[in-house]
């Protein structure tokens, strides 16, 4: 069986699933039921000053009959005070030494960071992360993102840091921000042993049309929140690979953004995360997730022949390129499997209205007939020789495995952009002819 153990800038935990700073690590209590339940480390709910919060402070994008598939908030910080988030790491670390927790900070002087930094090696923190990201309330105290959003301040910051700190110290940096490997960058600079990412998103997710308020409402008030949860996963995705491939980066990552089950975490794993972490799929499904987790993950590994989730850390990242490098004569065409197709026609008129009408309406012919098909109906047919391979029909297909999208070797040498480019400027090949 494969070992799930993990190393993080030094910080040794006994799986690569953390849970993320937010209401799930709230207490002492939460986190000895995180433990149980097989977590193999808690980040804290972000110390500093206690703060005081809003009622109401969720709001939550359901798609369909997806509840939450993106979700929002307007919580700030722990509105409990420093004594006691400290005094309860200490009594989880007592019992459960074998996990890790660290402590999310955030604070203001360089006086307060050192303090903060000491506080929580004295009360047994495996490690430290910077709050750089929170993106409402705490950025108008001059915290949160609005250090996260300038690279000069998170290396300032860091610095100050690292003169004290004793313990591996992590950056949680924010996606506000044109490129996030600016921030991961001057993290670098100031010293810092990894850096952590996404924090939530700045959002607005639905108004009510009654009041013309949008949600969360506060006395007929909302500001705009942090997103998170699945929604936001391909936009984790795209921050921790290109804070990977970025060697002036070079820190180790861990991955935080809609990660619900094992292959969300292999996914941000195999793009360059050391371990992971879960703040909304908790909130939704409870701790219970990570055994499902752990398990789909370890059996992935076995099939795949990875000895170890170290072996998976980042084994995407170089397939992740630039578009200049992709392969222009390389060619895909969608293919429908009869036997699985429903009759609905929704790749029918995606094609037709969204794509490159390359479908055809033809008669069934006695071609296989899928659930719910109605006898005689015409069905969908692809004229290979159109068909772009932009894939959009094989996305709106309900059925799953229906269409899929083949290869197709056209005899062609591979050419990217870039070898176009300069072999038409040394006039080895004739311009390609625009799509008609
Ligand atoms: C209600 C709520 C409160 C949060 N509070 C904090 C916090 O105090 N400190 C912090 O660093 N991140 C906080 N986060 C952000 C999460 O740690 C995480 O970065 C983000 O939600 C993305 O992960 P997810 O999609 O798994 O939720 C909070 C998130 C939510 C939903
Ligand atoms: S979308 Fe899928 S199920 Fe519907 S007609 Fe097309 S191939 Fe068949
Ligand atoms: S892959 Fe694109 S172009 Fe080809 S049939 Fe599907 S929707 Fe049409």
Known sequence: MADLSINLAGIKSPNPFWVASGPPSNTAYQAHRAFEAGWGGVVWKTIGDAVVNVSSRYSALNVGTVRMAGFNNIELTSDRSPETNFREIVEV?????????????????????????????????????LNFGCPHGMCERGMGSAVGQQPAVTEKIVSWVMEVARIPVIVKLTPNITDITQAARAARRGGANAVSMINTINSITQVNLDRLVPEPEVGGLSTHGGYCGPAVKPIALNMVQSCAADPEVGLPISGIGGIANWRDAAEFIALGATGIQVCTAIMHHGFRIVEDM??????????????SVMDLVGKAVPNVRKWEALDLNYKRVARIDYDKCIGCNLCYIACEDGAHQSIDLVPPNGRG?????????????????????????????????CITMASIDRGLQKMSWKDYQEKLARGEVKPIPAHP
């Open 294 to 307: 752990a398990d789909g993950l370890s059996d992935y590994l076995d099939a795949k022949g990875f000895k």
């Open 93 to 129: 670390k007592r019992r459960w030494p074998d996990r890790v927790i660290v402590a999310s900070l955030i604070v203001d002087t360089r006086e307060r960071w050192h303090e903060f930094v000491r506080r929580s090696e004295d009360a047994g923190a495996d490690g430290v992360e």
């Open 369 to 401: 007939l899928g659930p719910g098909r109605v006898p005689g109906k015409p069905i969908p047919q692809i004229r290979e020789e159109d068909c772009v391979g932009c894939n959009l029909c094989a996305n709106v297909c309900p059925a799953e495995g």
